[in-house]
């Protein structure tokens, strides 16, 4: 919702539209809960723009129809368009990959897949979702009931099962068999953050996560929390400013500074030697030469 009131309900809609849902979305604060109606077909074209690196691919029921004869009766126009910036797509991948292990579809792996997912359950009083894809293949599983009565159970719990025992099966065919990690595009970064602080993890942090951002947008700080300071990486450091410069200056605790520094004569006045040398002891010759100065 917050993240919808920043960049505008308009935005949100044009987007949508974009990637193929349809026209009876309005640029309402009801958009960012999901509260409009659409169907998985649309769901299923809309979910391409993450599976294809920004791009949308319009679905249709049949590629080709061939005649007894082999010959083409019917031949299906793919249609293809440019919505998302493929980095922000592939971030959102990692969003959704994340999802399935830790999320709400925290019990896909647990079902037989083993092979790398992403997706996104949905629930609402009547009905349950749950969209995902491979590199290879999407697949999008709608629960209710006709007449639109409640079905009081979580996407979790009603469209993933049958999600999973789908894309299990499916991807048994060679056709969809070799699945692979989803490939970040030229300007992505990853970086070792600590979780907690979000920041660079430090040999210290407890849990440290590999994250990916958009180029310029990383994390440059060492992580606060476990050692890490104010401290930053290596060509963006600060000098230290205010009381942490001052502690940093006095050492740890309350030693005082430097010795030399803190017992220095004041402006003009020539300092004394620390250990002044003791007088020579003069020998018995020195002595009868200055009785006879």
């Not at 193929?20 to 649309?42: F, K, R, W």
């Not at 999802?99 to 925290?106: E, K, M, Y």
């Not at 969209?131 to 007449?147: P, Q």
């Not at 803190?262 to 030697?273: I, W």
Request: net charge negative.
């Amino acid at each position: 919702m917050k993240v919808a009131e920043e960049i505008g309900y308009d935005a949100v809609v044009d987007l949508a539209r974009k990637a193929g849902l349809n026209m009876d979305i309005q640029p309402t604060p009801a958009v960012a809960l999901g509260s409009y109606e659409v169907t998985p077909l649309e769901i299923a074209g809309a979910y391409t723009i993450y599976a294809n690196h920004g791009i949308y691919s319009k679905p249709y029921f049949l590629s080709s129809i061939l005649s007894d004869r082999a010959s083409n009766v019917f031949d299906a126009q793919a249609e293809h368009r440019a919505v998302l910036d493929p980095r922000v797509a592939f971030l959102m991948d990692q969003l959704l990959e994340e999802v399935v292990r830790s999320g709400t579809g925290a019990g896909m792996y647990g079902r037989g897949i083993n092979f790398p997912v992403a997706g996104k359950t949905g629930t609402s009083d009547h009905d349950g979702w749950f969209a995902g894809f491979t590199s290879r293949l999407i697949c999008v599983v709608w629960v209710g009931f006709d007449d639109n009565r409640p079905l009081n159970l979580e996407g979790a719990h009603s469209a993933l099962p049958v999600w999973a025992e789908f894309m299990k099966r499916a991807h048994e065919h060679r056709e969809y068999r070799n699945v692979s990690e989803f490939e970040a595009p030229a300007g992505v970064v990853s970086a070792q953050i600590d979780p907690a602080s979000g920041q660079l993890a430090t040999a210290a942090c407890p849990k440290v996560r590999t994250e990916y951002f958009i180029e310029g947008t990383q994390p440059v700080e060492m992580c606060q929390l476990h050692g890490g300071g104010g401290t930053q990486v290596a060509s963006w450091e600060t000098a230290p400013s205010g009381q942490a410069a001052r502690d940093r200056s006095a050492g740890a605790g309350n030693q005082p500074r430097d010795r030399a520094a803190q017992d220095a004569p004041a402006q003009g006045q020539e300092q004394a030697p620390a250990n002044p040398p003791k007088p020579k002891k003069k020998s018995l010759l020195d002595r009868l030469r200055s009785i006879f100065k």
